[in-house]
């Protein structure tokens, strides 16, 4: 597998009030890819893995996380782990991974690969998110934190205490951040469902709250979503960031203005 740059730029135009500036910010977003993406796969085929039975996750109310300063924020690069019909994602900087879901039960193997392709091993992991419980999210969960013994894991409150872990996690609501990496509350597809931004390099990861599709974005797949209301909400909500990537669990990376395409799919859900 070659891994290859991909160069997006990015432009903000962003209106400074009373003076009206305009001011053009351009980015720079380091893409690795995989060339055997085929899944292609396009429309979700999450394993609707509801309430799965799971009890441990201990939940905590405390809270996290790197301390945003903003304008200083470096930008993130990411790497896809295609796990076939779902994904999960690294996003990295410096030498330090935030690893985005972790695939269905078996997937830790293909998630070292992927570190290793970007020069990275196990211990630059330092945060585990969750998007939600699902198991193709989470199935892989324990396993990575016994290889990444010193990071910690993350999930939305709704859903951590479906999420099987030996160690406990740590519950992050709306507005949080986790190194660097702002936490969309996005419930709908499951009740805790959590997106991530990264508000510096403008790169969405939406979990299930999104679909890629056909090149674009589709909403929550409703088959496998316990409140499409919720879900189309959290759609509306999606749309009102700015950034060019979006990743989602199932199908393909958008890579040009992503959130003009998701703020079309929200205007079209009332
Ligand atoms: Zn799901």
Known sequence: MTAYALKTRRMVLRDM????????????????SDPTDADGDTSSTSSGGDGAGTSAAPRTTSTTASSPTESETQRFD????????????????EGEAALIDTGVSGSDGSI????????????????????????????????????????????????????????????????????D?????????????ISVLDPAGGILVAGDALNGADGGVIGANPDFSQDMQLANASIQKLAGFDYDVALFGHGEPVLVEASTAVAELASTLG
């Open 78 to 93: 990411y790497r896809r782990v295609n796990l076939g019909f779902v994904s999960a994602y690294i996003l990295y900087r």
């Open 112 to 179: 070292e690969l992927a570190l290793t392709e970007i020069d990275l091993g196990w211990d630059a992991v330092g945060h585990v998110v969750v998007t939600h419980k699902h198991p193709d999210h989470q199935g892989s969960l324990e396993a990575v934190l016994s290889k990444a013994p010193d990071a910690q894991w993350y999930a939305g409150a709704g859903d951590v205490a479906a999420i099987t872990a030996d160690v406990e996690g740590i519950v992050v609501d709306d507005g949080e951040s986790i190194f």
């Open 17 to 32: 009030g009373k003076a009206g500036l305009a001011v053009l910010v351009l980015g720079t977003t380091a893409c690795a």
């Open 181 to 193: 990496l702002q936490v969309i509350a996005t419930p709908g597809h499951t009740p805790g469902h």
